[in-house]
C-alpha cells in the first residue's frame, strides 16, 4: 500500500494507514422512503463490522443514455432527502454535480462533492467545486489514463482545496464495455492522494442495452477483494434492496446480503495484507507501465 495523505470527512478518515472506507447506496434517489431505509440498513451493517461508511445517492442523474431514463428527484427534493439522512442518521453524505449553478445549494448539505467521471476534465466545473472548501470526490474519466489524473488534482489544489479524493471506476475498452486495471490504484496514489475503487461501476456495460445500460453484478466481488488486496482507500458500491427492480444501474448493484458478506471478506484481506489502525469512532456520528494488469468485461 502506498501511503497516501489522511482526509478528514466528518469522524471518518480515509488515506495514510486506515482502515478501508465505504462509499455505498443507491445509484439515485428513487423516494424518500426507499433512500433512507437503504441508509438505515447500511448504517446498521457498517456498525455492526466497524467499517467506517459515506452515503451516497444522486438527487438528479443528468448523465443519463436516453432521455425517457429516469433521473431523480431534483435538486430541492434530493438535498432535503440527503439532509435528513444526514441528520437523523448522523452519517456523512455524497453526491454527485452535474453543473456550476447546483454548487450553492449543494455544499450546505454533501459533505463530499462528486465530480462525475464524464465531467472530469470540465475545468469550470472543478475549480467551482474546490472553491466550496468541500471533499472533493473526482471520478476518474472512462476516457483518461490514470496518471492524467494529475492536471485535475492542479485544477483543485489551484484554489488552496487540498481535501481531494480520486475514484478508479474502469476504463473504456471497445464498444460497451469496460476494463479494470488495478495498477492505476496504486499509479494514482503516487499523486499523494486516498484512491477509492468503484467495483460497481467497473462492472457496467455503458450502453449495453441500447437505451441504458447493461451490467456485470457478478464481478462486484471478486474485483473488490482484488481491489483491497492491491491497497485501495475505500469502496465505492452502489447498493439497492432490489437491484432488479432499480430504477438506474440495477444491473450492476448489489443487494445488502452481499454487502454484508463482502465487507467481512474485505475486512479480513486489509488485515491479512497490510497493517491499518482502527478508528476509534469509526461509526459515523469523514508512469506508466506494460500491459494491463487485471482486466474483464468490468468498469
Known amino acids: 500500500m502506498i501511503i497516501t495523505r489522511e482526509i478528514t470527512i466528518g469522524k471518518i478518515k480515509i488515506g495514510k494507514a486506515n ?5 455505498a447506496g443507491p445509484c439515485v434517489i428513487e423516494n424518500e422512503r426507499s433512500a433512507i431505509e437503504i441508509a438505515m440498513c447500511l448504517k446498521e451493517i457498517t456498525v455492526s463490522l466497524s467499517v467506517p461508511f459515506i452515503f451516497k445517492a444522486s438527487y438528479d442523474k443528468a448523465n443519463r443514455s436516453s432521455l425517457d431514463s429516469f433521473r431523480g428527484p431534483g435538486i430541492k427534493k434530493g438535498l432535503a432527502i440527503l439532509k435528513k439522512i444526514k441528520d437523523k442518521l448522523d452519517i456523512p453524505v455524497l453526491s454527485d454535480v452535474h453543473c456550476q449553478n447546483d454548487l450553492a445549494e449543494a455544499k450546505k448539505v454533501l459533505d463530499v462533492i462528486q465530480i462525475p467521471a464524464f465531467l472530469s476534465r470540465q ?6 467545486a474546490a472553491r466550496t472548501g468541500k471533499v472533493i470526490n473526482i471520478k476518474k474519466g472512462q476516457f483518461l489514463a490514470p496518471w492524467d489524473m494529475v492536471n485535475i488534482i492542479k485544477k483543485v489544489e489551484s484554489c488552496g482545496n487540498k481535501k481531494i479524493i480520486i475514484t478508479e471506476r474502469g476504463v473504456s475498452f471497445g464498444y460497451n464495455n469496460l476494463v479494470s486495471d488495478l495498477r492505476a490504484l496504486a499509479i494514482m496514489q503516487k499523486l499523494g492522494y486516498p484512491v477509492v475503487y468503484d467495483a460497481t461501476h467497473s462492472v457496467q456495460l455503458p450502453g449495453g442495452r441500447g437505451a441504458s445500460s447493461g451490467g456485470e453484478r457478478g464481478f462486484v466481488e471478486g474485483l473488490s477483494r482484488a481491489a483491497v488486496a492491491f491497497g485501495c482507500n475505500g469502496l465505492f458500491l452502489e447498493v439497492h434492496k432490489s ?10 448493484s448489489i443487494n445488502l446480503p452481499v454487502l454484508k458478506k463482502l465487507l467481512k471478506q474485505v475486512k479480513s484481506i486489509q488485515k491479512a495484507v497490510y497493517p491499518v489502525r482502527d478508528q476509534p469512532d469509526s461509526r459515523p456520528t469523514e508512469r506508466r ?4 494488469g487485471l482486466a474483464g468485461r468490468s468498469s
Do not use: Q, R, W
Request: charged letters at 20%; glycine letters at 8%.
Open 123 to 128: 475545468t469550470d466545473l472543478i475549480v467551482e
Open 289 to 292: 507501465s506494460g500491459a494491463v
Open 19 to 23: 482502515p478501508v472506507v465505504l462509499i
Open 243 to 252: 437491484p432488479e427492480k432499480a430504477l438506474c444501474d440495477g444491473p450492476n
